[in-house]
């Protein structure tokens, strides 16, 4: 579950605005619409729902705390 390394591009725009990088997963911005992207949660409760993934693990992985 975790014994995978995830990579994360973060890209800036002019200023200091955060741009969600293309490619789906969860960063840790709170604000950032990919906490409300439906098919983002719909993959990570159908991994949690198969045991792919703890009620832990599923936190931090939506929180960005990874």
């Not at 619409?33 to 983002?40: I, K, Q, R, V």
């Not at 991994?47 to 990874?66: H, M, Q, S, V």
């Amino acid at each position: 579950m975790f014994n995978q390394s995830i990579t994360i591009d973060i890209e800036y725009e002019d200023g200091d605005e955060f741009v969600h990088a293309e490619g789906g997963s969860f960063c840790s911005d709170p604000t950032c619409p990919c906490h409300e992207d439906a098919d983002l949660i719909a993959e990570l409760a159908q991994d949690l729902e198969n045991g792919l993934l703890t009620p832990e693990e599923a936190t931090i992985i939506f929180t960005g705390k990874y």
